[in-house]
């Protein structure tokens, strides 16, 4: 791959057609790297750009991530697996440096990364000066209460970003408290994916609370937690007051469907619901 990389890389470079390429590698190759750090830097029209990394190194980040900074037309990335065999994090300097300065990037998707809670607090710290990115995927993570703790004033204050992925992560009831406040606080945030995170009717309890009067959030992903009927009852006072929330995913629960029926008149009489899924998790 090495020998034919750069005459792949100037084809590119001359073909204004293709948008969206991705680089999948299961060695480091350093040589490698810096040759795509030069592309990414020149290229005009790729707009969409995929890392799919394993055993790599710390000296990576340092090439890649100063060329993402400065490409003007890259508006989506996705870099998955980028942890190092000595444990580095990706979110390395160079990529918060990115983050905070990039003015193109509107969706970036850092998942199965084994990104914890300081560098969570990190990429939502560089979130205060990002105004431009919509969505970020931090799904398949190591993302505690904790961390959303510490992260949440950077959150609030961003009203730019509207999609924020959790999915897999490790949330619990006690991560739904900051996800409240800053539910109650942010002015911006469309969706809101918490998938398999173990939350419970406590969590959805502190959730319901806040979600009855907010009038920004529009999709709501809660499936393959551990809400029983006690938590969805909660959801029927959601549904009859709040005035935005038009998806709620709560398929793969511990929810009877009686329990689930029970939600039914309350969608009749709302006119903004239009998504709704449940289904029995299997046992």
């Given at each position: 791959?090495?020998?034919?990389?750069?005459?792949?890389?100037?084809?590119?470079?001359?073909?204004?057609?293709?948008?969206?390429?991705?680089?999948?590698?299961?060695?480091?190759?350093?040589?490698?790297?810096?040759?795509?750090?030069?592309?990414?830097?020149?290229?005009?029209?790729?707009?969409?750009?995929?890392?799919?990394?394993?055993?790599?190194?710390?000296?990576?980040?340092?090439?890649?991530?100063?060329?993402?900074?400065?490409?003007?037309?890259?508006?989506?990335?996705?870099?998955?697996?980028?942890?190092?065999?000595?444990?580095?994090?990706?979110c390395s300097e160079a990529f918060i440096d990115c983050l905070t300065n990039n003015r193109t990037l509107r969706n970036i998707r850092l998942s199965n990364n084994r990104i914890g809670?300081?560098?969570?607090?990190?990429?939502?710290?560089?979130?205060?000066?990002?105004?431009?990115?919509?969505?970020?995927?931090?799904?398949?993570?190591?993302?505690?209460?904790?961390?959303?703790?510490?992260?949440?004033?950077?959150?609030?204050?961003?009203?730019?970003?509207?999609?924020?992925?959790?999915?897999?992560?490790?949330?619990?009831?006690?991560?739904?408290?900051?996800?409240?406040?800053?539910?109650?606080?942010?002015?911006?945030?469309?969706?809101?994916?918490?998938?398999?995170?173990?939350?419970?009717?406590?969590?959805?309890?502190?959730?319901?609370?806040?979600?009855?009067?907010?009038?920004?959030?529009?999709?709501?992903?809660?499936?393959?937690?551990?809400?029983?009927?006690?938590?969805?009852?909660?959801?029927?006072?959601?549904i009859q007051e709040n005035a935005s929330l038009h998806t709620l995913k709560l398929s793969g629960n511990a929810i009877h469907s009686e329990t689930a029926r029970k939600i039914l008149?309350?969608?009749?009489?709302?006119?903004?619901?239009?998504?709704?899924?449940?289904?029995?998790?299997?046992?």
């Open positions: 791959v090495s020998d034919n990389l750069p005459s792949i890389l100037n084809e590119l470079k001359s073909n204004s057609f293709i948008k969206n390429v991705k680089f999948e590698f299961v060695t480091d190759d350093h040589d490698c790297f810096t040759k795509i750090a030069s592309f990414l830097r020149e290229t005009k029209s790729i707009e969409e750009v995929g890392f799919n990394l394993q055993n790599t190194t710390p000296a990576t980040y340092e090439v890649i991530f100063p060329a993402l900074k400065m490409n003007s037309s890259i508006t989506s990335l996705s870099f998955e697996k980028g942890y190092s065999n000595d444990g580095s994090s990706m809670n300081a560098d969570f607090e990190k990429v939502c710290f560089a979130l205060r000066k990002n105004r431009t990115l919509r969505t970020l995927d931090l799904s398949f993570n190591i993302i505690t209460a904790k961390g959303i703790e510490n992260a949440s004033p950077s959150l609030i204050v961003n009203d730019s970003l509207k999609n924020l992925y959790l999915n897999h992560n490790e949330v619990g009831d006690a991560g739904c408290f900051p996800l409240s406040m800053i539910l109650r606080d942010n002015k911006g945030l469309k969706e809101l994916y918490l998938r398999e995170n173990m939350i419970t009717k406590d969590g959805v309890k502190t959730l319901s609370s806040v979600l009855k009067k907010n009038t920004t959030l529009s999709s709501l992903d809660l499936r393959g937690n551990q809400i029983n009927d006690d938590g969805c009852d909660h959801f029927i006072s959601v008149p309350a969608l009749h009489k709302n006119s903004i619901m239009t998504n709704f899924k449940y289904a029995k998790k299997k046992i």
